[in-house]
């Protein structure tokens, strides 16, 4: 990764880390302040995304290091570590939130006229947070493709959870504010559950990209079919892939004539290494083996 791309991908981030600073306070301050459960859990779920950006920071400047000695395959998998990360602190994030909604509907049930009406003024700052956030979603997901820069793409999916979690935020405080003060809290166990999912998401394909995980079985088909195509080749004996993060690595077993000599089963060998390159943009590099085929 060229410095001019590495140094906008963590503007990018510390926007969003500013804009996640501001919207905790304002959540927080004005859910504690104005009795909205809603607008303090989801203050706390952009105080988690504080936290993430500024660990995403930390991390993205050692991921786009280019490789050295120690680490000469790069070191973009601790971007892939970051992922998981990410993952594990909205789990967190989900059973706090989830926790407490629950238990503030069992306090309501046991005694509703203890419960007290949120101010108007907090849901006048979710509706303010739902718009800033759904912003922040666009800028994120247009900057994840530009760049195609995986942790980038995670924190636009957090940021259009945030915005879904908002609204329902926005809603629960609205009913609110027609004494059905148990939507505040309804809206909380919402925000949670949707957090719980990206959870699991993200869980799940940070694991699959430092488990050096195949891609899906239609990229590994198509690059079959291509070294097959190529002059000399009469079979793929053994074919592995590998995801890198957003690029893959290439291992192939090829089956060429028998009688060729080394410097012609050589030339072969190169020609399918450099037309995987060549078709296949995200693949960092194609090992090639030759085996002498036997029908």
Sequence with gaps: MNNTKRQDILSI??????????????????????NAQALVSDGL??????????MLLIVLKLSTKKPDHDHPYGHEKYEGLAYFLLGIIFLITAGMIGFASVHSIIDYIAAPETAIKPHLLTLLISIFALLIKFGLFRFYLKSGKKFDAPTIKADAKNHLLDAWATLFSVIGLALSQFNLIVFDYLASIIIAIFILRLALQILSESISYLVDQSPDIDQVQHIHDLILSIDGVLAVDDLKVRKHMTQKYVDVEIGVKSSLTLQTAHKIAELVHHTVEEKFPEVIHCMVHVNPHRP
């Design 45 to 54: 779920n952009s105080l988690s995304d504080v936290f993430i950006s500024i």
């Design 13 to 34: 981030v510390a926007i969003g880390l500013t804009v996640n600073i501001i919207l905790t306070a304002l959540k927080l301050s004005f859910g504690i302040w104005g």
